[in-house]
């Protein structure tokens, strides 16, 4: 994570909720100052793997997404950042909506880590 000039995230997100919900929303959240670092509108990826093992959700093959953000003051790779997939029928992904909250994401460089080799 980092090594570029975007914070890119993929994955997927399949839920019968998501009927008559035809806009999809990735939303960047910081966890540590509990703020919105921003939201994008994703189009489909097409994910047949989903869409076999999830035969009974619908649109579970086009359940895929990829969104990235750009470095800038707002994203501190030494904070606790959330990834939101959110479903909505509003045009500002706000009101009558479903979401999947993924694990939160830390960089390693807010890892504490190290490991004592030997001593003598």
Known sequence: M?????????GWHATNQAINKPTHY???LDRTNNQ?????????????????VHA???????????????FNNRINLNHELQVVSRYTSS????????DYWFDPITSSNAANQGFLDGYN
């Open 56 to 70: 009974d959700v619908q649109n579970a093959g086009q359940s895929g997404f990829s969104a990235s953000f750009a």
């Open 91 to 98: 045009n500002d992904g706000n009101s009558n909506y479903v």
């Open 36 to 52: 919105e670092i921003g939201r994008q509108v994703v189009q489909p990826v097409s994910r047949p793997d989903v869409g076999r």
């Open 2 to 10: 980092g090594g570029g000039t975007a914070l890119t995230v993929s």
């Open 26 to 28: 990735i939303i960047l």
